[in-house]
């Protein structure tokens, strides 16, 4: 049986993996977890032991398919029980990763099927973090970019953020940029400003490195015409 903490880095170093790929350096995972490096090569050697991670001097490691499993299996815990807590006990979206933090390890595989099941299955957290199914299938790789890597003009939309900032993510909130937002970049100071302007909220000004935390697609202005066509479409039809 692993411990809460052998679970933790791996899926530590499959979040890593996700935006950065493999191999992971022993001070990406010491930064992310907030560990010295020589606790984190201690840890790395027992997860190697386990054959969880293979390991290459001087450059880092990469999951097993076992170790890739126990990682997908804690964030499936994870993120469900973000979106437990956020949809059905009231908690605001920059509570629920310390709270699901604390219960991830300790669920039983009947409950996670019935807070799934309770949820209608959702495919992403609060946060539009992807969920992973319950037969555990690798999640896609991450095509999109940060909001910080697009210039002045562009319009995206909002399809994550990180949730590991609880007041970045009141910050977020109080902006009006949650997933689904759709965003115009109207500035980008030299200074480290990046100021966008919602629908609904206007212009909102968020320092680079939140907005560097924020993961956007560009929008798909043909396909928005054409929905927006087909609803005036049906609504000239139901007058």
């Not at 450059?59 to 126990?70: F, N, Q, S």
């Amino acid at each position: 049986m692993l411990s809460d903490v052998m679970e933790d880095y791996l899926k530590a170093i499959y979040q890593i993996q996700a935006t950065s790929g493999p191999p992971v350096s022993t001070s990406a995972i010491a930064e992310y977890l907030g560990k010295t490096p020589p606790t984190v090569t201690s840890m790395l050697g027992k997860l190697e032991e386990r054959g969880l991670v293979n390991r290459e001097k001087y450059k880092g490691v990469e999951l097993t398919e076992e170790g890739e499993t126990v990682a997908l299996e804690v964030l499936r815990h994870h993120r469900l029980l973000e979106a437990y807590l956020a949809e059905h006990l009231d908690y605001s979206w920059s509570e629920v990763h310390d709270e699901a933090d604390a219960l991830e390890h300790h669920i039983s595989e009947e409950f996670e099927r019935r807070v799934a099941e309770a949820l209608g299955n959702p495919t992403v957290d609060p946060h539009g973090d992807p969920i992973p199914s319950a037969d555990l299938t690798p999640l896609e790789y991450d095509d999109t970019e940060t909001l910080s890597d697009h210039p002045v003009g562009d319009h995206v939309i909002v399809t994550r953020v990180s949730d590991r900032d609880e007041e970045e993510l009141e910050y977020l909130a109080d902006a009006g940029v949650t997933p689904g937002t759709k965003l115009e970049v109207v500035d980008v100071a030299p200074f480290g400003m990046v100021t966008v302007r919602t629908e609904d909220d206007g212009e909102q000004s968020l320092p680079e490195s939140v907005a560097a935390s924020i993961r956007v697609k560009p929008v798909d202005e043909d396909a928005d015409g054409a929905n927006d066509e087909a609803s005036g479409e049906n609504g000239e039809a139901s007058t």
